[in-house]
């Protein structure tokens, strides 16, 4: 008798939410297991104990960090973390504004295109760290014009590149029927090819969190006197190992909000397009 063909799952199925969740907890489980491990290794050779916090010495780190300041009032854990976040948005709100509008400008007009590409993907090909000293010579070194500055021009050379591809891969035939129905060519961009490349924008914009976070915090180990970087050099200068993993620990922490965050705008602004990848 001829067995049955055994099923075999494709690869890229997705997986039941229960499992996702229960393999995300194992990877943070391993993660921790293994700096665990770590430690007690490096305190087993006679390493210094400053040098290799426990979890124990780290919860302790972030009382510390969490605690009030007597002379100031304030807790500098949380106004380091807001005036980064405010600096954040504002980076991140001129990069997107400049990459969208130029963007789409060579996404739809061939002309904008032959013009721009060749000055943009030169530029994109520039370390932004790199033009921090030319940014504080010309934004001022005091202020933190230049932060903001330094993350725009950080993000907008890559998300232009990509936003222009995917406006320029949008099929011709959607085009063609939107001019047929009577659109002008003002309709057709704003109606037809925003709605279908939005998504995608998403997309790239929660990968160009990343690299802005970079860029903030390179500027302010040069000179802040507040924020997440402003707080690493302070410890840093104290040789406060634990505090400074406590900093790392909550950046990799706000980052993954702020993708959770665009996660769920993708899903409110375009659910058709997770339904199409969920399939």
């Known amino acids: 008798m001829k067995a049955e063909p055994r099923f075999r799952s494709i690869i890229g199925s997705p997986l039941a939410p229960a499992v996702r969740l229960l393999l995300g907890v194992l990877g943070a489980v391993l993660v921790l297991t293994a700096y665990e491990y770590y430690v007690y290794q490096h305190e087993r050779g006679g390493g210094n104990v400053r040098f290799s916090p426990g979890l124990g010495q780290l919860w302790t780190a972030l009382q510390e960090l969490t605690s009030v300041d007597a002379r100031t009032q304030t807790v500098p854990f949380w106004v380091d973390t807001r005036a980064s976040l405010w600096l954040l948005a504002k980076g991140l709100g001129l990069g997107i504004a400049i990459s969208t509008v130029l963007g789409v400008l060579m996404g739809v007009l061939s002309t904008m ?26 934004f001022g070194v005091t202020g933190d014009d230049f932060k903001i500055a330094l993350i725009a021009f950080g993000i907008s050379p890559t998300l232009v590149l990509g936003i222009a591809l995917v406006a320029r891969a949008v099929p011709k035939n959607t085009i063609v029927k939107a001019y047929s129905l009577g659109a002008t060519t003002l309709d057709v961009v704003a109606q037809a090819i925003v ?44 040789v406060r190992i634990d505090h400074i993993l406590v900093y790392v620990i909550w950046l990799a922490i706000l980052g993954t909000l702020i993708d959770f965050a665009f996660h769920l705008l993708s899903r409110l602004v375009a659910p058709w397009a997770v339904a199409r990848k969920d399939d």
Do not use: C, D
Request: charged share 10%; proline share 9%; hydrophobic share 60%.
């Open 113 to 138: 295109h032959a013009m721009l590409s060749p000055v943009v993907t030169a530029v994109a090909k520039i370390p932004p760290t790199a033009m921090i000293a030319l940014f504080m010579v010309v």
């Open 195 to 238: 709605p279908q490349i939005l998504p995608q924008v998403i997309e790239m914009i929660r990968l160009a969190v990343g690299p802005a976070w970079i860029y903030l915090i390179a500027a302010e180990y040069i000179n802040a006197s507040e924020g997440i970087g402003h707080g690493i050099v302070l410890s840093q200068r104290m």
